[in-house]
């Protein structure tokens, strides 16, 4: 499974330089997936599992990290450290992980199939929640605008993943026809190539050159720094120290989200400093997460 991610990674860089293929493909892949996909994926998962304390404290400490990330950054800021445009594109890219795109897949891969529903929850819960709830007016500010309610409202209730997650819970005393199963399954299984096609074809690394310091000390917090505070918090609480924790910590150890170098961008804050924060860290992600989950196999036992 780990070489099906790859394998889709850089056969969507290949793809990228084939003129046969339109430049609006990744537009295309991304919509689907958006749209068709991971709601599917969503919806299937989540429609019959248990809402485990592990997960919703997961959930809370992918908040805390943002949090964390959006506070540090405004220090920076008022205390001269970094531009508003790299503080922020830094803040963004290093509190917000790509728990959907690679996050879900990897996990699978390296989990099980037991491992997708808790993973679409963290992401659902914690990734995606901050994304429109927080990432979004932070991003706002950040570039000189005030944040707008009735923006970030709109983001929730039209999101279709989160349409999805909200159907999954409503229809939970309800059991799916026996010919929904299978459509929800075939869907839900594209989320993975096209998802990984795509983030290979749009990942650049054209900020490298520049912002080296900065590249080097936001992938050091978000592959390494943020899966050790996970690990703390679901050790310190109490968490159940099972899959649903593993799957927390593995989750808090994504490479930057993909969609923050757009969020960055929209703002005008730094997007190539948040662009190839997801480039590189897309690629070491492939590494460090499995290098994370075989550490915790040592640490919880299994």
Do not use: Y
Not at 35 to 60: E, I
Not at 189 to 194: E, S, W, Y
Not at 257 to 276: K, Q
């Amino acid at each position: 499974m780990l070489g099906l991610l790859v394998g889709c990674f850089a056969l969507g860089a290949l793809a990228r330089r084939l003129p046969a293929i339109p430049r609006e493909a990744p537009k295309v892949l991304n919509a689907w997936v958006l749209n068709v996909s991971l709601p599917a994926l969503v919806l299937k998962t989540v429609h019959g599992v248990t809402l485990a304390p592990g997960v919703l404290v997961g959930a809370a400490t992918l908040w805390a990290l943002f949090l964390v990330s959006a506070g540090l950054a405004v220090v920076a800021v008022r205390r001269g450290w970094a531009s508003r445009e790299i503080a922020g594109a830094l803040a963004l890219s290093c509190g917000l992980g790509n728990t959907a795109f690679v996050g879900v897949p990897l996990v699978e891969a390296l989990g099980g199939r037991g491992a997708v529903a808790p993973a679409a929850l963290l992401d659902q819960l914690g990734s995606f929640l901050v994304f429109s709830a927080g990432a979004v007016p932070f991003a706002m500010w950040m570039g000189g605008e005030r944040p707008s309610v009735s923006l970030v409202a709109r983001r929730l209730v039209t999101f279709p993943p989160f349409v999805a997650l909200l159907l999954a819970f409503a229809l939970r005393p309800v059991e799916f026809p026996s010919s929904v199963e299978p459509v929800l399954t075939r869907l839900a299984d594209m989320v993975t190539p096209l998802a990984l096609a795509s983030v290979g074809w749009q990942l650049e690394a054209s900020g490298l050159k520049d912002h080296g310091r900065a590249l080097v000390g936001g992938l050091a917090w978000k592959l390494g720094l943020a899966p050790a505070v996970m690990l703390a918090v679901v050790w310190l609480v109490g968490a159940p120290t099972g899959l649903e924790a593993k799957v927390a910590v593995a989750q808090a150890a994504m490479a930057p989200m993909v969609t923050a170098a757009v969020l960055a961008a929209e703002f005008r804050l730094a997007a190539p400093v948040s662009a190839a924060l997801a480039a590189v860290g897309a690629v070491a992600s492939f590494v460090t997460v499995p290098a994370w989950w075989a550490v915790l196999g040592w640490v919880f036992g299994e």
